[in-house]
């Protein structure tokens, strides 16, 4: 059973920052990608960052410059650091993953706060 636990989540002022991580544990069929996703009250749930193999990144257009999605692959773990938030990046945050056979697991999400 595949589980990713996110954790970092919280209340921020506008201009902070915040280090969200996501543990990965159980059995699957590698990864071929990570990312995480956000939704904010009322809104669809929207993909934030992604890192793929080769440790190619995307970025959504609003977070660009921001944030910064990493893995430690030694720890089975993947990060987001983000800078510079601003109160439309209240979410939930949740971590995400496709292994080869393209099977998505996600996590419970963590949420994040920004107050002005």
């Known amino acids: 059973q595949v589980q990713l636990v996110e954790s970092g989540g919280g209340l921020v002022q506008a201009g902070g920052s915040l280090n969200l991580s996501c543990v990965l544990s159980?059995?699957?069929?590698?990864?071929?990608?990570m990312g995480w996703n956000r939704q904010a009250p009322g809104k669809q749930r929207e993909l934030v960052a992604t890192?793929?193999?080769?440790?190619?990144?995307n970025y959504a257009d609003s977070v660009k410059g921001r944030f910064t999605i990493s893995r430690d692959n030694a720890k089975n773990t993947l990060f987001l650091q983000m800078n510079s938030l601003k109160p439309d990046d209240t979410a939930v945050y949740y971590c995400?993953?496709?292994?080869?056979?393209?099977?998505?697991?996600w996590g419970q999400g963590t949420q994040v706060v920004v107050s002005p």
């Open positions: 995400r993953l496709v292994d080869f056979r393209v099977r998505t697991y």
């Open positions: 159980g059995t699957f069929a590698g990864i071929l990608e």
């Open positions: 890192i793929g193999s080769g440790n190619r990144r």
